[in-house]
């Protein structure tokens, strides 16, 4: 809260609020001298007070209160009456009005208080992912990521690129559940992936030592009462051959565009997500399919799979994909994310990341990145 009760955020602007102030009162004032009715409906004022708390400022519930118990004072001394019962009246009307400000300034401290939350999960959220675009000496990497704006909805969708000795290792994930503590467990699985990802000799040492981080990370929350989150991931391992590698930890397949055409690429059955390898007897595999040059892998959380229109229909993400593969967008996860909000017609309700690679073309000249993780 800023001096003066004053407050950023959508409260009635100070037009809004005169407007109202003056036509209510009239109103009501009017009503009660000129119908003559036994039953007097000022005391009915009382209550604008409150609604302004709801509403407005706490600047704006003061004068508010103060409007209504001199409109009170006013109307009595022109209609009469005993000065007891206006009295107590306008005793009745004070109180109520300094009830109003003072849940008024209650209800100020507690937006202002979520605000900051929100304010500092956003920026913590932004914290762990690399800004895009960059480019390696296998592709050239560029995305998208809009977290949502509401401190208890925010999750722990998270990418990373990693150069590492043997090529560019990639990962795109998602925390079950939101709030800090999933992005808690997001920067956990960040540090072990930047560490991993440099150090060990296959894809799949690296998803070892991510399961391990998210085992860690449940065990450290269950001391502290937290739930205990599983996290869906893909990692992919390009080198400067034809072929990638992927690991799909429950998460969502690469579609891939090339030639005009766009398709999912099939890694067969995703193993389980990291967090709960123990509780299968199935070791998790990896998959090699074909990335030639000049193709683009488009990765995403369930953010974009998931958006629903107005009318509950998910977002139709394969369809919008084979549409643009004869010319796809030059910078296509930015396109990709633009239209889910238009399809939904509104604030994404959960986190949106998007990963597009684009693997480089003999002698391409694009953006490089010469940075290492380690």
């Known amino acids: 809260m800023t001096e003066g009760g004053r407050c950023e955020g959508p409260y009635l602007s100070t037009p809004v609020f005169a407007a109202g102030l003056v036509v ?10 000129f119908t003559g009715t036994a039953v007097r409906l000022f005391p009915l004022l009382i209550f604008l007070p409150a609604i302004v708390a709801g509403l407005g400022t706490v600047r704006q519930t003061v004068l508010a209160s103060v409007w209504v118990v001199l409109t009170a004072a006013g109307i009595t001394t022109y209609l009469g009456g005993e000065l007891d019962d206006n009295l107590l009246a306008g005793a009745f009307t004070a ?6 400000v003072i849940g008024c300034r209650y209800r100020v401290r507690r937006e202002e208080e979520v605000r900051r939350l929100r304010s500092a999960a956003s920026v913590l959220q932004r914290l762990i992912v690399r800004p895009l675009p960059l480019g390696t000496a296998d ?13 208890p909805m925010v999750g722990g969708d998270m990418y990373e690129v990693a150069v590492s000795p043997r090529g560019t290792r990639v990962l795109i994930a998602d925390v079950q559940g939101k709030g800090l503590p999933a992005i808690g467990t997001a920067l ?9 990802a440099y150090r060990e000799e296959t894809l799949n040492g690296v998803v070892e030592a991510l399961e391990n981080s998210v085992v860690r990370q449940n065990t450290f929350a269950a001391t502290t009462g937290e739930p205990e989150r599983l996290v869906t991931a893909l990692l992919l391992d390009i080198g400067t051959g034809l072929e990638a590698e992927a690991v799909d930890c429950g998460h969502i397949a690469p579609y891939m ?11 067969g059955e995703p193993s389980v997500p990291l967090g709960v390898a123990a509780l299968t007897t199935e070791p998790r595999t990896s ?6 040059p000049g193709a683009t892998l488009v990765l995403c959380t369930d953010g974009v799979t998931e ?10 993400l394969a369809e919008r994909l084979r549409a643009w593969a004869p010319d796809p967008p030059c910078r296509l996860a930015q396109a990709l994310g633009a239209d889910v909000r238009a399809f939904t017609g509104t604030d994404p309700r959960d986190d949106i990341a998007i990963v597009t690679l684009r693997r480089r073309q003999a002698r391409d000249d ?9």
Do not use: C, K, M, W
Request: charged fraction near 20%.
């Open 95 to 100: 109180v109520f009005g300094a009830l109003a």
């Open 307 to 316: 958006a629903r229109d107005p009318a509950g229909e998910f977002y139709p």
């Open 139 to 151: 592709v050239v990497v560029d995305g998208l990521y809009q977290p949502v704006q509401e401190e």
């Open 287 to 292: 998959t090699r399919f074909v990335f030639p």
């Open 188 to 196: 956990a699985v960040l540090g072990s992936f930047r560490e991993a």
């Open 366 to 374: 694009g953006p490089r990145d010469t940075r290492t993780t380690s």
């Open 257 to 267: 565009i090339h030639g005009g055409v766009a398709r999912q690429v099939n890694l």
């Open 24 to 33: 209510i009162t009239a109103t009501v004032a009017a009503l009660d001298v």
